[in-house]
C-alpha cells in the first residue's frame, strides 16, 4: 500500500501527463499534412473529425500514442517470435550484443581500475586517455569499428559487443577506481598492523569495500551497452535488432515502426537496469548490508 | 620469559616531525621511556601533544625521525613482521561486510591460521570480551560499545602480548566507559598483557594504569610519570578513595606544568 502510494502514483502521473502532452503534438504536428490532404480531396471536416485524422495517419510526423501501442502490441505478442518482424526477435539481436558487450565492458572496466589502483604510472597515464576515449563521438567510431572488423573477417555479434565494451568500460572503470579506494584509513591501518600483504589488502578489503561501487557502475555500464548496440546496428545495415527497426523505419518513413522499436528499447533498457539493480540488492543483503 | 625479562618497548631520545604545508610540526620531541612487560601504560594529554603519535610509532604506523626505538627488542617494523601487537583503534572499525566471528578472523586468515585453530580463538577471544553469542551478527546490529568490545577480540585474537589501544572507548558514554574500563582491567589481570592506552580521560587513566605518562604539546613530549600506588585489583568504587583521588591530583598537576591548561 505504502509502496503503491510512494512508487506508482508519481510515476503514472508523470506518465499520464507526457501522455496527454504526446496526444496535444501530435495533433499540432500531423496538422499541416493532414490540412494538405483535406485541402487536395476537397474535404471540409469538422473539429473533430480533423483531429482524429491527424491521430491515424498511416505514415505521421508524429504517431499517436495508441497507435504506437497497438503497433508495439501486435509486433510484440502477435507474431511468431522468429519473425524478423517480431520486436521480441529484434530485441533479443540487440540484447544478446548488449549483454556480450556488457559483460567485456565490466570485465575490462575492472581490470583497468585494478591498474591504475595499484600501479602509479598507470594512474597518471592511463586515466586521461579513459576520459578522452569517451569525449570521441560513438556515432562516428561505430562505422569504422564496424568495417575495419568486417574487412578482417569479423562480423556479426562481436563488432556490436564492441562498440557496447567501449561505452560500458568507462562508468565501471571510473567507479572501480573510485570503490577500490574507498576503504577508510583506519581498516587501511588495520591491515598495516596485521603486516598484510597487498593481495591480502585487495582482496579483503578493497575488493569487498567496492562492491557496491560496482553496481552503481554497473547500472549505468548496461545502459550504455544498449545504446552501443542499437548504435552498432545502424552502420551495418544490419538486417536485424532494434537499431535496423530504428533505421529501416526511417528509410521507409514507417514512423509507427520507428516509435515502437524505441518503446521496445526502452522497455529492454529499464529491464536491464532492474536486473543489474536486483542483483546488487542482493548482494548487498549477502554481504550483511542493513535493510533500507 | 627470558631470566632478565627485556623492555617490551623501549624508547630513547625519539622525536618525530611532520612537514606540513605550514613547515615542520613536532609532534614528538625527547621521549625516553622504557615499558616493562605486564605493565598497564597511560598516555594522556590534550590533543595536540603525541599521545597517539607515539602509539603509532610503536606500532610502526609512523617512522620517527630521529632517535632509538625497540619492541620486544626488535625494530617496529620487525615487530609488525613477527605480529608482536593488536591495535585497538578509537573506531572500532570493523568490516561491516563481515559478522563478528568473521572480523575477529580476519587477523587469523591473514596470518594463515587453520579453520579449526581459527574457530577455537574466535570462541575464546569473543567469550573474553562477553560478545559470545553475537558471532553471526553483523557490526550493525550491535552497539557501541559492543562493537567497540567485538575489536578488542579481534586485537586479542592473535594472542600478541602487547595491546596498544588508542582512545578506545573516546566515542563511548560514560556508563559503558565504566563497564568495558573494568572488563578490561579484569582482563589484563587473567592474561598478563602489556598494555599501552591512549586517553584524555584523567580518571579512566588513573583507574586503569600501573603508570601514568602525561604529555604535552607544542612540542609533542612526555612532562611527567606517575606510579600508580594503587592495588592491581581495583573495584569501580575505587576512584572515590583519597588515594586515587591523589593520584588524579598529581596527574592535574602534571598537565597543569606542561602548561597543558592554556589556551
Given amino acids: ?292 | 620469559m627470558t631470566g632478565t625479562s627485556p623492555a617490551v618497548v623501549s624508547a630513547s631520545k625519539l622525536g618525530l616531525t611532520f612537514q606540513t604545508n605550514d613547515g615542520p610540526v613536532q609532534a614528538l620531541t625527547d621521549v625516553d621511556l622504557t615499558i616493562g612487560k605486564g605493565e598497564f601504560i597511560s598516555f594522556i594529554g590534550p590533543s595536540g601533544c603525541g599521545k597517539t603519535t607515539l602509539l603509532r610509532v610503536i606500532a610502526d604506523l609512523e617512522k620517527p625521525t630521529s632517535g632509538m626505538i625497540s619492541v620486544n627488542g626488535m625494530s617496529p617494523e620487525e615487530a609488525r613482521e613477527k605480529r608482536a601487537y593488536g591495535y585497538v583503534f578509537q573506531a572500532a572499525a570493523l568490516f561491516p561486510w563481515r559478522t563478528i566471528e568473521r572480523n575477529v578472523a580476519l587477523p587469523l586468515e591473514i596470518i594463515g591460521l587453520s579453520k579449526a585453530e581459527q574457530a577455537e580463538r574466535i570462541k575464546r577471544t569473543l567469550e573474553l570480551v562477553n560478545l559470545s553469542g553475537f558471532e553471526k551478527k553483523y557490526p550493525w546490529q550491535l552497539s557501541g560499545g559492543m562493537q567497540q568490545r567485538a575489536s578488542i577480540a579481534r586485537a586479542l585474537a592473535f594472542d600478541a602480548d602487547l595491546l596498544l589501544m588508542d582512545e578506545p572507548f573516546g566515542a563511548l558514554d560514560e556508563i559503558v566507559r565504566d563497564h568495558l574500563n573494568k572488563q578490561l582491567l579484569e582482563l589484563w589481570d587473567s592474561t598478563n598483557k602489556t598494555i599501552c592506552f591512549v586517553t584524555h580521560s584523567i580518571p579512566e587513566a588513573v583507574y586503569l594504569s600501573t603508570r601514568i605518562v602525561v604529555m604535552s604539546p607544542r612540542p609533542g613530549r612526555v612532562t611527567d610519570v606517575i606510579e600508580s600506588t594503587l592495588p592491581r585489583k581495583r573495584p569501580l568504587h575505587i576512584r572515590e578513595t583519597p588515594e586515587f583521588l591523589a593520584i588524579a591530583a598529581r596527574v592535574r598537576d602534571g598537565l597543569r606544568a606542561g602548561h597543558s591548561y592554556e589556551d
Fill in chain 1, 1 to 292: 500500500m505504502d509502496s503503491f502510494r510512494e512508487k506508482i502514483v508519481p510515476v503514472t502521473t508523470i506518465l499520464a501527463g507526457l501522455v496527454v502532452v504526446w496526444y496535444v503534438f501530435a495533433v499540432i504536428l500531423n496538422a499541416p499534412f493532414q490540412r494538405d490532404l483535406d485541402r487536395r480531396a476537397d474535404e471540409t471536416p469538422g473539429t473533430v473529425e480533423f483531429i482524429g485524422k491527424t491521430l491515424s495517419q498511416p505514415k505521421p510526423t508524429l504517431p499517436a500514442p495508441h497507435q504506437v501501442a497497438v503497433n508495439f502490441f501486435e509486433n510484440t505478442f502477435l507474431r511468431s517470435v522468429t519473425s524478423n518482424r517480431s520486436l521480441v526477435y529484434n530485441a533479443w539481436v540487440t540484447l544478446s550484443s548488449t549483454l556480450l558487450g556488457f559483460a567485456f565492458g565490466t570485465a575490462l572496466g575492472i581490470i583497468i581500475a585494478v591498474g591504475i589502483v595499484h600501479v602509479a604510472s598507470l594512474d597518471r597515464s592511463l586515466m586521461p586517455w579513459i576520459i578522452a576515449s569517451q569525449t570521441i563521438p560513438i556515432l562516428a567510431v561505430a562505422p569504422m569499428i564496424i568495417v575495419v572488423l568486417a574487412a578482417v573477417g569479423i562480423t556479426g555479434l562481436i563488432p556490436k559487443a564492441l562498440i557496447s565494451t567501449y561505452l560500458s568500460f568507462f562508468p565501471v572503470a571510473v567507479g572501480m577506481v573510485k570503490g577500490l579506494r574507498s576503504p577508510e584509513l583506519t581498516h587501511l591501518d588495520l591491515m598495516h598492523t596485521y603486516y598484510a600483504s597487498r593481495s591480502q589488502i585487495f582482496w579483503k578489503l578493497r575488493v569487498p569495500a567496492s562492491v557496491p561501487f560496482l553496481f552503481t557502475s554497473m547500472k549505468v555500464a548496461v545502459a550504455a551497452s544498449l545504446v552501443g548496440a542499437i548504435v552498432g546496428e545502424l552502420p551495418t545495415g544490419a538486417v536485424a535488432g532494434i537499431g535496423a527497426k530504428l533505421l529501416s523505419g526511417a528509410y521507409y518513413s514507417q514512423s509507427i515502426d520507428i516509435w515502437s522499436a524505441l518503446v521496445a528499447g526502452s522497455i529492454v533498457a529499464a529491464l536491464l537496469v532492474m536486473v543489474v539493480g536486483i542483483a546488487g540488492r542482493l548482494v548487498d543483503r549477502a554481504m550483511g548490508g542493513r535493510p533500507a
